[in-house]
Structure formats: C-alpha cells, structure tokens
C-alpha cells in the first residue's frame, strides 16, 4: 500500500535552482521514461520496500529526498522524489505523484 508523503519547505529542495555548467561537466543524459511500481511507505511517506522485476526489495537508506512543483505546461506536475539505497547495494530514483498517489521509477 502506498502513502501519500507530505511535500514542505523542510524537506524539499528548491527545484528552481540553476548550476551553471562547465565546459569540462559531465554531459547530460535524458531519464529513462517512468514505469509504475508497488511501494510500501512508513507512515511519513518514506519508501520501506519495494517490487521491482518481480522481487521485493528492502529499502536500505533514503540518498536524497526532494520535490517538483511545476506547471508543465497548463499539466501540473507535483512529485516527491526519492533517490534510495536497496539492501542489495543497487541505488534507484523513483517518484510519487503527489496528486493520484501512484508511484513510478525513473
């Protein structure tokens, strides 16, 4: 079952930061397009386990947290992001959309 975390000031990022890029920075890559998954949340809304391929994985540790907020274009986007440690050493980013409650990978 799935929990609806909750997005504030303290626990989110700014999104609309902007790094400026070197001629030396790393190029970027384009995200793989999201794929919905099963995700058991604590009672904060913070990924405990999770089905991916079949199996279920333990959630290790939480990397990073942060949130989206935007308008893009007139189709507002509100997601919560998780960049997490499995137990299996692997480190994934998925992401809930805070308005239908539906978790994906991306």
Do not use: N
């Not at 990022?13 to 999201?34: F, G, I, N, Q």
């Amino acid at each position: 079952s799935s929990h609806e975390g909750a997005c504030t000031e303290a626990s989110c990022k700014d999104e609309h930061a902007v790094t400026s890029l070197s001629p030396r920075a790393p190029r970027m890559r384009p995200l793989d397009p999201p794929s919905p998954l099963r995700v058991l949340a604590d009672d904060e809304g913070t990924p405990t386990h999770l089905r991916l391929k079949g199996r279920v994985h333990r959630v290790a540790g939480v990397q990073e947290r942060w949130c989206i907020d935007d308008e893009w274009w007139r189709e507002p986007i509100h997601r919560t992001y998780f960049e997490l440690a499995l137990e299996d050493g692997r480190v994934i980013t998925l992401f809930q959309d805070r308005m239908s409650g539906r978790w994906s990978v991306q």
